[in-house]
């Protein structure tokens, strides 16, 4: 654990209900003339729903707007530079993104092509952007990603189908808005698989060699709130105790995972999704148990905190048994929320993991994991995510 660390975050993050209403406020405040709200085509049909409700409330501060409703999952080189030629043609001057993880790296993409060049396939990696991005607001409207809140910006090349990560400080928002009445009509399928990368992220900081005791206790605090919340969430959308406490969840996951780092999980999920074009917290969760039980021997003893954590009984059992038992609740907690048990259930071929190996042991999550592996553990964990039942 480094005894000297830095902790990212926005400057301002408003969470709860109704604080959606704040936006044109804080639009006005950061001096944002016309921002391009970057969202999808169905948020942007709902009725009374996110983007109309931030666009009330642009209008409401009489602050102008344009709109980029293209986004995609898995967002594309594409999207963002469909996003960027909107921005100039309408002389805008800043940006929001409205909806989940998708939303928000379409939105951080398409501010780095705008002042760091065209191409952002040469910045993957970390710390390689020199100029500010436009001004950024997220408003946040899934509980799992955390892209709101942190200094990643994830896209797909959609023409060698490889998932990169550009890391940098400059493209964390200067707002977020989280406000879980918007989550309430979030189908129970999206639900699961956004709060199981929330869950993910919660995890694998925990473990991460950059973890700090800031991050820890962020990290403790999100799995006992998924535990006790995510669940009841896909049953039940409608329950506002649940959704709230998901978002609180995924903030804390975020403000973790944007300050420890990840793992191989995350480096195979973007893997899978790039690949297959997978939805990513599926990806996660499908890796999750199988990665985590590679990495146990790493440190035992945070593995046993886990379980505890996730409410299981550890009382009278070894510390390598007790570790065991969070691989149980991982896989349980996947099961409870209709997450598929293999990779098959994605596409997934195994003629695909050697290269896919490769590549994620090139992503930027890969080397803060607790284990280091080999190109041939990364099949074998492939391979054992597509036999799992």
Not at 328 to 333: E, F, L, T, V
């Amino acid at each position: 654990m480094p005894k000297n660390f830095d902790f990212l975050m926005p400057s301002v993050n408003f969470f709860g209900a109704g604080v959606i209403e704040k936006i044109g406020d804080r639009a006005k405040m950061l001096n944002m003339k016309k921002p391009l709200v970057v969202t999808d085509t169905f948020l942007e049909g709902v009725e009374n729903g996110p983007v109309k409700q931030t666009l009330a409330s642009l209008e409401a501060a009489s602050v102008d707007y344009a709109i980029y409703n293209g986004v995609e999952p898995n967002p594309k080189v594409r999207n963002i530079k469909a996003a960027k030629e909107i921005y100039e043609a309408n002389n805008c001057d800043s940006i929001i993104t409205v909806g989940g993880g998708s939303a928000h790296d379409t939105g951080k993409g398409t501010g780095i092509i705008l002042t760091n060049g065209g191409d952002i396939t040469k910045l993957a990696g970390i710390e390689t952007l020199r100029n500010a991005l436009p001004p950024l607001i997220a408003v946040n409207t899934t509980a799992g990603t955390g892209s709101e809140l942190t200094r990643h910006c994830v896209i797909t090349n959609e023409e060698t189908h490889l998932k990169f990560v550009v890391v940098s400080w400059r493209n964390i928002p200067l707002v977020s808005f989280n406000d879980p009445m918007l989550m309430l009509d979030v189908p129970a399928s999206l639900t699961a698989a956004t709060g199981m990368d929330a869950f993910v992220q919660a995890i694998e900081p925990y473990v991460s060699t950059n973890r700090n005791g800031i991050t820890d206790g962020q990290c403790l605090q999100a799995i006992k709130l998924i535990e006790g919340s995510l669940r009841e969430a896909v049953a039940n959308g409608h329950n506002v105790q649940a959704r709230t406490d998901m978002v609180e969840a995924e903030m804390l996951a975020g403000m973790a995972f944007n300050n420890a780092d990840l793992g191989y999980v995350h480096a195979m999920a973007h893997q899978l999704g790039g690949q297959y074009d997978a939805p990513h917290g599926v990806c996660c969760a499908l890796l999750l148990p199988v990665v985590e039980k590679f990495n146990i021997v790493s440190n035992p003893q945070r593995f046993a905190e886990l379980a505890e954590a996730m409410g299981e009984n550890i009382d009278g059992l070894s510390t390598r048994d007790a570790a065991e038992l969070s691989i149980k609740a991982m896989r349980q907690m996947a099961k409870d929320v209709g997450i598929p048990s293999s990779i098959k259930a994605i596409g997934a071929k195994p003629e695909d993991f050697e290269l896919m190996a490769e590549n994620a042991l090139k992503d930027g999550n890969a080397f803060s994991n607790p284990r280091k592996g080999t190109k041939e553990d990364i099949v074998r964990l492939f391979q054992e995510a597509y036999d799992q039942e």
